[in-house]
Structures are given as structure tokens and as C-alpha cells.
């Protein structure tokens, strides 16, 4: 068995789900061994801190490719950015980052076991349209911003509702008490990073986006534990291009 298919029997298999034209995909375009991944990914970020570490933690890199995940901070009370200045942020970013030559993919925010959630954020915070709700109006912008800027947009989210199990069950691809010894409800399993790495490999292959230097840049979902070669999304990316 050739690498390729090694890479796509082992990897599609995380959640028992299988791409449709994930080998296809893989089989266009040769691996190419001079991929730079960098982890921008820093824990209790919205986009306010990334506006702040924007020229240091992405565009010093000179990156390629951007993925920008960010959101999940934004929308709790804890780092609450309303959801218009939300939208005002998140088109600064793009803005800034196109302008430096680097192509951008934004990527969705990723689903949450509610139950967990509310409590640690109270549920008053999250009146009228509930946390769900909530989630689903920034995702809502994320699309809008790259359908303005005309630039890459892939939904994460809706792969890890499908599929991701959120909630209690061991296999979920969110942590939970069982297969974290955490009541999390928000971080992926290192089996959901692999699948979001799995699915944003197969994303940028297919659209052929430039990989030669990559800044992940987001929050702690993105940042995972921090590296590029153990667990993270970043670090599984890095493999799968590699």
C-alpha cells in the first residue's frame, strides 16, 4: 500500500466516517516535502488579541496560507465581543492578512456540549437566541466575511455536528469526562484534531491553496498542546502535507 492510501485507510477511519473523493483528492497532488506549519494558537484569544499579535504571530512568518479560526472566546462572557464589532475584527484580520500576500482559509467554530458550557458561562449571558444560537450567527459572519473578501471558507462545524458525537459518549470528538477526565465540552480529543486535520488537508489540496508556509492562527483550539509535531491540528496538518 502506497503512502496515500495508507494515510487516507488510516485517518478515515477516526470517526467511522469516510471522505467521498478524500484518495482522489490525495492522488491530484503530490505531497510536497518543504511544508513550513507554524502554531499561532494562544489559549483565551478572541479576535481583539489577535488584532494585537497579528504582525508578530502570523505575518512575521511571511505565511503562504492563513487558517483563522476564531470565535469561541468572542461569544462567552469572559472575552464577549459583540457580535458587529465581532464582524468589524474579523475583517480587519482578513484584510491585514491578504494585504501581506497570504492567502486565507477561515474556518468555522467548532461545536460545544452545552450541558458543560453553562457551567462555566451563565445562561443569562447567552439570552434570547442561547448559546447554540449564538454560535450559529458568528459562523454566520465567518461566511459572509470570506463571501466579501472573496477568499477561502470551509465549515468545520458542520462536519463535527455530523459526525463528532458531541456529548458523553467516550467517542465523542470533543472532550468530556470520560475520554478526558474533563468536563471540557468545548477542546477536541486528539482523535478530533486528526479529523480536523484530516478534513482541512483534504480542503486545500482540492483548492489547491498554497502550503509551502502556514500559520494556524486562532485560540486554544487551535493552539491544542502548543506544538507542530504531537497534538494539535496544526501538527497533524503538517503531517498530512508533508
Not at 470517526?15 to 483565551?44: K, R, T, Y
Not at 479560526?69 to 474579523?90: A, C, F, S, W
Not at 457551567?119 to 450559529?136: I, V
Request: proline letters at 5%; one cysteine or more.
Amino acid at each position: 500500500m502506497d503512502r496515500k492510501k495508507f494515510l487516507f485507510s488510516t485517518m478515515s477511519t477516526i470517526a467511522g466516517f469516510s471522505f467521498p473523493g478524500l484518495l482522489h483528492a490525495f492522488g491530484q497532488q503530490a505531497f510536497i516535502e518543504d511544508v513550513s506549519v507554524f502554531n499561532s494558537g494562544v489559549s483565551g484569544n478572541n479576535t481583539n488579541n489577535l488584532l494585537a499579535r497579528l504582525q508578530t504571530d502570523c505575518l512575521s512568518h511571511n505565511p503562504t496560507l492563513t487558517i483563522l479560526m476564531i470565535g469561541t472566546n468572542d461569544m462567552n462572557n469572559g472575552k464577549h465581543v459583540p457580535l458587529e464589532k465581532y464582524r468589524q475584527n474579523l475583517n480587519k484580520l482578513v484584510e491585514s492578512i491578504l494585504a501581506s500576500g497570504s492567502k486565507v482559509l477561515l474556518l468555522t467554530i467548532l461545536p460545544f456540549y452545552e450541558p458543560y458550557l453553562l457551567t462555566r458561562h451563565p445562561a443569562s449571558f447567552f439570552e434570547p437566541e442561547g448559546p447554540s444560537g449564538r454560535r450559529a450567527q458568528l459562523n454566520q459572519v465567518i461566511k459572509a466575511v470570506a463571501e466579501k473578501h472573496k477568499t477561502s471558507f470551509f465549515d468545520a462545524s458542520i462536519l463535527f455536528e455530523k459526525v463528532g458525537k458531541i456529548g458523553t459518549d467516550k467517542d465523542s470528538l470533543i472532550r468530556n469526562e470520560i475520554n478526558s477526565g474533563k468536563t471540557d465540552g468545548v477542546h477536541p480529543t486528539p482523535n478530533g484534531y486528526r479529523f480536523l486535520a484530516l478534513a482541512i488537508s483534504q480542503f486545500i489540496q482540492y483548492n489547491q491553496l498554497p502550503v509551502s508556509r502556514i500559520v494556524c492562527f486562532g485560540d486554544s483550539i487551535t493552539r491544542g498542546d502548543g506544538s507542530v509535531d504531537q497534538e494539535s491540528y496544526p501538527a497533524y496538518l503538517k503531517k498530512l502535507l508533508s
